[in-house]
């Protein structure tokens, strides 16, 4: 069996070598942003996510730690810090998954099924729920917003950058919510 730091680099090349994009955090291998892209017939097709990933030093036997930078609409994707809540991942992890299995099998089967009774953003949990229609109109409305190229390319390691994104949400005077937000007068 080979070490946990040889079978981390192993890892990590045989994403790089694959049609993924790999950016490196501070010049180690134990965090990076990976450039991933809605699976095609979904509403979240055409949609572009930096997530990142970091590594535990005991990985493969830990799992990583996973987070979409850019906003996602997702009943099992906090909408603020960008977590995830996907099983395999937080509970069910085995040494025989690596990183390929996160980004071509996992995230893909996250997006394409989601567990609205297990939710980390509960509007969308219940939206889903309700009105399933007009839930894939709001993702998709999410991935115009927030989830093109050039989010994914933008680096958000920038606090500044974060708060700019974060008021570019709201500069047309309305908030992600369809509640009335205090102190703003009607357009």
Avoid at 10 to 28: A, C
Avoid at 62 to 73: A, E, L, Q, R, T
Avoid at 83 to 97: G, T
Wanted: proline share 7%; aromatic share 10%.
């Amino acid at each position: 069996m080979s070490s946990p730091s040889k079978r981390r680099d192993m890892d990590v090349m045989k994403l790089m070598m694959s049609d993924y994009t790999v950016e490196p955090i501070n010049d180690g291998i134990n965090e990076f942003n990976v450039e991933f892209h809605g699976p095609k017939e979904s509403p979240y097709e055409g949609g572009v996510w930096k997530v990142r990933v970091e590594l535990p030093d005991a990985y493969p036997y830990k799992s990583p730690s996973i987070g979409f930078v850019n906003k996602i609409f997702h009943p099992n994707v906090d909408e603020l810090s960008g977590s995830v809540c996907l099983d395999v991942i937080n509970q069910s992890w085995s040494p025989m998954f690596d990183l390929l299995n996160v980004f071509e099998v996992f995230l893909p089967q996250l997006l394409l099924y989601p567990n609205p009774s297990d939710p980390l953003n509960g509007d969308a949990a219940s939206l889903m729920m309700k009105d399933k229609a007009q839930y894939e109109q709001k993702v998709k409305e999410y991935c115009d917003r927030y989830a093109k190229k050039q989010h994914a390319e933008n680096s958000v390691s920038d606090e500044s950058e974060d708060e700019v994104s974060d008021n570019e949400a709201y500069s047309d005077g309305r908030s992600d919510s369809d509640d009335e937000v205090a102190g703003r007068a009607d357009p």
